[in-house]
């Protein structure tokens, strides 16, 4: 059966920027601003929101379908962010297949989405880790049981994103119980026998092309989103420019994204319209032409960028810290009196996602991006003008043959998808620059001292086997002398030869296995270093008597053990931007002196934890600088509530988050000048008894949460008074905390404040 839908007005939802196959975090997008328009959905929404909401008891298959960019994700994830169908439903998952996908990926997709209903394991992660590592790498039948317990019994919401085949569907369904009690999944795809497949007995649902009115009305939402007017004379040509987009919203965005970019004046758009019309074809032909508009007016300095999206795999979510760290290391960014190279990374991010060529998938608590991706088609794009440049060289054959060996031997950059590595990098003089592997379970580094004018090589992707307990690097890694750019997974210890790379900008470890990481005193002996992550360094070793300014360039340092924070250390790190640092183990005789933290005057993100011996907080005594912005403690007491009043004088600060028991005491209290520019608040596991305060206190606040909040009773009334306040959420808290924020809620409603979004998930 086949019900077909037109599309009505439009509607505002609290879900970012309109763009077909856009996906935000399934906890609030937390940076938006304010309700954003989305254009031509109405109908469809109220239609699948109906279906998902409807008294039938039985476990029931919601599927849309229809072509590439036509806004299937779109409407999936207003669905699913709906403030309804977030009370409706107990549970809620999100999953992404795409053409070329693995079940392990599917399910660590699916935990990693249900995190927040998965207490027992989300307790014990740090905030940067998945949820996943629990199970291990290839356990997944761990993981089967884990989402099927967490669904058993409870009404549950699925979205099962870009499907592609039956098999998918054959593969994942055994895991969704049927528990009468209302539960749905929804599954987009472009197929219609996929999506008839899973329940043909559950009607379609297509999702129709835009009319001339609703492809104007997105057009002009899109160019002239922050102006209440559009010059007149731009109608009728907007008009016909939006109707040479034949109705797909994809077209349309990336269109409004060139507009937004040249004057607004009806010879320049004219401009655009005759590059529009000059072919006349399929839909297929026509998103093409757009998309290929869209990249001949970027500027020269972000085409390389948006080219090199196209090396990451389909639907593959890219951390926005991992391209900023490559796109400096590839030499993209030019040199800048005033900003850094990283901060000059992120505005050409920025850019594209104004561009409409990079849609964001999560952004962080600061509101900067955290994630992004791109839509498969412009990907598609990506891929043909970088090979037409031989800017890079995707490879997805699971086989390679001599003759593709030879074309590689020319390319500067490789992505390699499915293959296998020591094959397709064994070519001597090869002029390979840049290497970037996502193939499971690769063999090892052998390969690299074939490439000796490698930049950058970034095998993090790769998942060597969790059953390795250790693995050396081997030495002809220390011989690439041109490397900027080193990340993987292999759990090891860096030798002293790390020393040779003096080009070495970012050093990135991210094991599967959670153990320590051993820095060498060599390390000292690198004056390029930028970044070194890991997920636990050892402890930092001190730096020799004759060093000076060592590490004068490096603006990260996290996560590193038991860091003794010395003059000589703070002196050692002048430029330092963002520190973690975790103290555990028996060691009750060292001091840390964290007082001297004071003297990292550029420091603006600092996370402090303490694991196992409370006793470690009578000898941390942290003082903070001044310029701190961003700020996370956890564990064991590290601050009493009554000294708060240390971090609330901070005058930059914007982002503070408390967990597990970070603070100790019964009550706190705010006083009028603290926290003048904190904007986002979480206290998770770390509440006292009572909390007052003013609303004049948090004169900035935005987003409030409170989680895991079993002793705080309730949450100040006049918190609701916050003029800036856009977000209160209240997670696992006892019923008369849940209670206080409903009924903050219905106050703030009934003074007609319509822009308080509450949300309650009690235990």
Not at 229 to 240: A, D, F, Q, T, V
Not at 551 to 560: G, H, I, K, P, R
Request: aromatic share 8%.
């Amino acid at each position: 059966m086949l019900i077909k839908n037109g599309a009505g007005t439009t509607t505002a939802q609290q879900i970012g920027d309109f763009f077909p196959g856009d996906s935000v975090s399934s906890s609030p997008k937390l940076a938006s601003t304010g309700k954003n328009l989305m254009v031509g959905f109405n109908d469809d929404l109220i239609a699948v929101k109906t279906r998902l909401c409807g008294e039938s008891s039985k476990l029931e298959v919601i599927p849309i379908f229809g072509m590439g960019g036509i806004g299937k994700t779109t409407l999936a994830r207003s669905a699913y962010d709906d403030p309804l169908t977030m009370q409706h439903f107990d549970v809620r998952g999100w999953v992404t297949i795409s053409q070329h996908y693995s079940a392990h990926d599917v399910l660590s997709g699916l935990v990693s989405s249900m995190k927040e209903f998965i207490k027992e394991e989300s307790a014990q992660m740090n905030e940067s880790e998945s949820v996943t590592e629990n199970f291990g790498q290839s356990n997944n039948e761990a993981m089967k049981q884990k989402i099927y317990q967490t669904l058993i019994g409870r009404r549950y919401l699925i979205v099962l994103d870009d499907m592609w085949s039956t098999k998918a569907w054959d593969e994942t369904k055994r895991i969704f119980p049927d528990n009468n009690n209302g539960s749905r999944i929804l599954l987009t795809t472009r197929l219609s026998d996929v999506a008839a497949y899973a329940d043909p007995c559950s009607p379609l649902h297509e999702m129709p092309f835009m009319d001339a009115e609703q492809s104007w009305d997105l057009l002009q939402q899109k160019v002239f989103r922050h102006e209440e007017n559009y010059p007149l004379e731009l109608e009728n040509i907007g008009k016909e420019i939006a109707r040479g987009c034949r109705g797909l919203p994809l077209a349309i965005v990336v269109i409004a994204g060139v507009l937004s970019t040249v004057s607004k004046t009806r010879s320049s758009w004219e401009e655009i319209s005759k590059n529009i019309n000059s072919t006349v074809g399929t839909k297929d032909g026509q998103i093409e032409k757009i998309l290929y508009l869209s990249y001949t007016h970027l500027p020269h300095h972000l085409r390389p960028c948006f080219l090199y999206m196209g090396g990451f795999p389909e639907d593959y979510e890219i951390r926005a810290s991992k391209l900023v760290k490559l796109w400096v290391a590839e030499s993209f960014l030019k040199p800048s009196s005033s900003r850094s190279f990283e901060e000059g990374a992120e505005d050409y991010l920025e850019d594209l996602v104004k561009r409409s060529l990079i849609f964001v998938t999560k952004r962080k608590s600061n509101g900067r991006i955290k994630s992004c991706s791109v839509h498969d088609l412009v990907r598609d794009l990506c891929i043909r003008k970088a090979n037409e440049e031989k800017f890079h060289r995707h490879i997805t054959d699971r086989y390679v043959s001599d003759v593709l060996l030879e074309r590689i031997k020319n390319q500067r950059r490789i992505c390699i998808a499915h293959s296998y590595l020591d094959r397709e990098t064994s070519i001597y003089g090869s002029s390979i620059r840049t290497v970037i592997c996502f193939q499971r379970n690769a063999s090892s580094l052998g390969f690299v001292g074939n490439i000796q004018l490698l930049r950058v090589l970034d095998v993090v992707d790769a998942n060597f086997s969790p059953f390795i307990l250790y693995v050396s690097l081997p030495s002809k890694l220390f011989e690439l002398l041109h490397l900027r750019y080193l990340a993987f997974s292999y759990p090891t210890a860096i030798p002293s030869d790390i020393s040779n790379l003096q080009n070495l900008q970012s050093l990135i470890v991210r094991s599967v296995r959670t153990c320590f990481v051993p820095l060498p005193q060599e390390i000292w002996r690198m004056p390029q270093l930028r970044h070194l992550v890991c997920r636990s360094f050892g402890p930092l070793p001190c730096p020799d008597e004759g060093a000076t300014r060592a590490l004068e360039n490096l603006q990260t340092l996290s996560v590193v053990t038991n860091f003794v924070c010395s003059e000589k250390i703070t002196e050692m790190l002048p430029n330092l931007r963002k520190l973690g640092i975790v103290y555990s183990g028996d060691d009750c005789d060292q001091e840390f002196h964290l007082g001297n933290l004071v003297h990292l005057r550029k420091l603006e993100s600092l996370k402090l934890e303490v694991i196992g011996r409370p006793d470690f907080r009578t000898r941390l005594n942290p003082v903070f600088p001044r310029l701190l912005k961003e700020l996370t403690l956890s564990g064991f007491g590290i601050i009493n509530w009554k000294g708060m009043t240390i971090v609330g004088s901070l005058l930059n600060l914007q982002v503070l988050k408390l967990r597990d028991s970070a603070c100790e005491g019964d009550e706190w209290i705010t006083n009028e000048g603290e926290f003048l520019e904190l904007k986002y608040l979480l206290i998770d596991n770390s509440d006292p008894q009572q909390w007052i305060t003013e609303s004049d206190h948090f004169p900035s606040l935005r987003f409030l949460l409170l989680h895991s909040c079993r002793n705080l009773s309730e949450i100040p009334n006049c918190v609701g008074d916050i003029s800036s306040l856009e977000l209160i959420e209240v997670k696992y808290g006892n019923k008369s905390l849940v209670d206080s924020a409903k009924q903050i809620e219905e106050e703030q409603q009934s003074y007609g404040n319509e822009g308080l979004q509450v949300r309650c998930m009690p235990y």
